[in-house]
């Protein structure tokens, strides 16, 4: 059974940034998609950002720009750094690990972490 653990969530004021970070454990090796998906207040689920172990990446309009995902597959953790945050970009973030995928879904999730950006 593949764990994640997000970190980095915060609180912090429009225009700023802020890093998230992932770490997967229990996989018995490389894992080969991770990414982000945010749920706001009254919103659906969504995808944030998603990165193959061969450093593919995908991105929703809404961060295109402003942020990037990466990962180190030695450490099985996946990055997001967040620039020129909006009040939108409020939300639990959370962390996701699976197969490749074409509609990038996953099968592993985190419990999430809090980024609340104030305008």
């Known amino acids: 059974q593949v764990q994640l653990v997000e970190s980095g969530g915060g609180e912090v004021q429009a225009g700023g940034s802020l890093t998230l970070s992932c770490t997967a454990s229990g996989s018995g090796g490389s894992i080969a998609a991770m990414g982000w998906y945010r749920r706001g207040p009254g919103k659906q689920r969504e995808l944030v950002a998603h990165i193959t172990s061969g450093g593919r990446t995908n991105y929703a309009d809404s961060v295109k720009g402003r942020f990037t995902i990466s990962r180190d597959n030695t450490q099985n953790t996946v990055f997001l750094q967040m620039n020129s945050l909006k009040p939108e970009d409020t939300a639990v973030y959370y962390c996701?690990?699976?197969?490749?995928?074409?509609?990038?879904?996953?099968?592993?999730w985190g419990k999430g972490t809090l980024v609340t950006v104030s305008s």
């Open positions: 996701g690990a699976g197969p490749v995928r074409v509609d990038y879904s996953l099968d592993y």
